[in-house]
């Protein structure tokens, strides 16, 4: 079963604008991880955020997690053509030794 | 260099024989984990292994098995593969489980015909 789910499902944009997807979660987590995927290979982690912090940042990145709602969010900033790519959440739970991926979201940066 | 690999990259086999996909990382992770993707589905965890000589199914074991006699490798068998497996198939390790980051191999495209 999906854990998270990510919204939207395709995402479209130019070169140098930012790009925004989010993640929603059924159950608590431990943490929340955001991977991205290069057309059919393999992921690449991009960045973890625990359960006990609220944003994190790396580069161009810039994640949150909102615990109460369950949700989170990346962020890429000032987006490039090899930001092209799919972008997956998946969460870990205390509870438990798996890590549980959404559905993705496939972004597009134009040049 | 710290990597996961896996093989072959693809393969083409009929229903009924025997496969195995082969998975060693180097990095002496003691996490190792196998998922399918299937388009619209995302990833599906198929098994996990905590450690050597332990492992445990994930969302989608059935027809699959696995072994873990060594730390490095985590070999993923299709006793009978039937065309429902026909998918992308993905191995990864971490160092501490869920807690830490996974570093993925570069996938192995099934079919099943």
């Known amino acids: 079963s999906q854990q998270g789910e990510e919204d939207p499902q395709a995402l479209s944009i130019q070169e140098g604008e930012n790009a925004t997807m989010n993640c929603s979660y059924k159950?608590?987590?431990?943490?929340l991880q955001w991977y991205r995927q290069n057309s059919g290979r393999g992921l690449v982690h991009l960045i973890l955020?625990?359960?006990?912090?609220r944003e994190k940042h790396s580069g161009r990145l810039r994640v949150t997690l909102d615990t109460s709602k369950k949700s989170s969010s990346l962020l890429i900033t000032a987006s490039r053509a090899a930001d092209t790519a799919s972008y997956f959440c998946?969460?870990?739970?205390?509870?438990?030794?798996?890590?549980?991926f959404g559905g993705g979201t496939r972004v597009l940066v134009k040049p | 260099e710290a990597q996961v690999t896996q093989n072959p990259r693809y393969l083409i086999t009929v229903t009924g024989k025997k496969l195995t996909v082969t998975c060693s990382q180097n990095m002496n992770h003691e996490y190792m984990s196998w998922y399918r993707q299937d388009p619209g589905l995302g990833l599906r965890q198929i098994y996990y292994?905590?450690?050597?000589?332990?492992?445990d199914k994930g969302d989608v074991p059935e027809g699959y098995k696995v072994s873990r006699k060594e730390k490095r490798n985590f070999p993923l068998i299709l006793e009978s593969p039937s065309p429902n497996q026909t998918s992308l198939y993905f191995c990864?390790?971490?160092?501490?489980?869920?807690?830490?980051?996974?570093?993925f191999g570069q996938g192995t495209r099934l079919t099943v015909v």
């Open positions: 990864a390790s971490s160092s501490e489980g869920m807690n830490t980051e996974a570093f």
């Open positions: 159950t608590s987590i431990n943490n």
């Open positions: 292994s905590m450690n050597v000589e332990v492992t």
């Open positions: 955020i625990r359960s006990n912090e």
């Open positions: 998946a969460t870990g739970k205390a509870a438990g030794n798996k890590l549980t």
